[in-house]
């Protein structure tokens, strides 16, 4: 069975400052791979996804996710950090082939950011 | 940007009282889903539907109950509310992998 761990609760980091949100999956094959954020008080928001290809996607709001299949990862990256950017950040992964969709959420990372 | 519609946004009721959360999609999605989410923001799957009249349970047994009259109409039930209800509850919708999300409804039982 498919499983996806974000290892990390919650990450501080310093507004101008790099982030790396880390995904990490269990699937015997090439899952498909998901990004959201949810800010304070609403729903999730997709940010990006991988279904194949190019390894480096690049999603909206200046976040881009690399594909390792080595490591089994997707983790999420922006090169500065915005103060606008505290949110919680949800992986999710889906099997391809699927009909229904089922998708697999991770449990979530928090990101502070700091003035 | 998708269209997808919960009311109320924030409930709070008595124990007992029976409770509809309500959520509509403008997008003609066959399948819709309600998820419930921990106070430590992880999503458990509750509910979900491929279409009308096909309800299933999720992932995480929940003491509520949803119906699919209507494509666009996917309400969740809950007959007698306790305590043990108070979370965030949030609706989706998809026509494949790609989730659309209500703002979800925040209720708490007193």
């Known amino acids: 069975a498919q499983s996806v761990t974000q290892p990390d609760i919650h990450i501080t980091v310093s507004e101008g400052a790099s982030l790396e949100l880390r995904c990490n999956y269990s699937?015997?094959?090439?899952?498909?791979l998901f990004w959201y954020v949810q800010s304070p008080g609403q729903g999730l928001q997709l940010l990006l996804k991988?279904?194949?290809?190019?390894?480096l996607v690049q999603g909206i709001k200046g976040f881009e996710a690399e594909f390792k299949r080595s490591q089994s990862s997707f983790n999420l990256r922006k090169p500065s950090v915005h103060w606008s950017d505290a949110a919680e950040y949800f992986c999710a992964v889906g099997t391809p082939m699927d009909s229904s969709y089922k998708l697999i959420f991770g449990s979530g990372t928090r990101l502070l950011v700091r003035p | 940007e998708a269209d997808i519609y919960q009311t109320p946004r924030y409930l709070v009721i008595g124990t007992g009282k029976k409770i509809t959360l309500e959520c509509s999609q403008t997008m003609g999605h066959d399948k819709m889903y309600w998820y419930q989410q921990d106070p430590g923001m992880e999503l458990h799957l509750i509910h979900y539907s491929y279409g009308v009249n096909s309800t299933e349970k999720g992932d995480l047994s929940s003491e509520s109950t949803v119906s699919r009259i209507r494509t666009e109409h996917f309400p969740l039930t809950l007959e007698s509310a306790r305590p043990s209800h108070t979370s965030q509850y949030l609706c989706a919708s998809s026509e494949s992998y790609l989730r659309y999300f209500g703002p979800g409804t925040r209720l708490t039982v007193t």
């Open positions: 991988y279904f194949s290809g190019d390894t």
């Open positions: 699937y015997g094959a090439t899952p498909y």
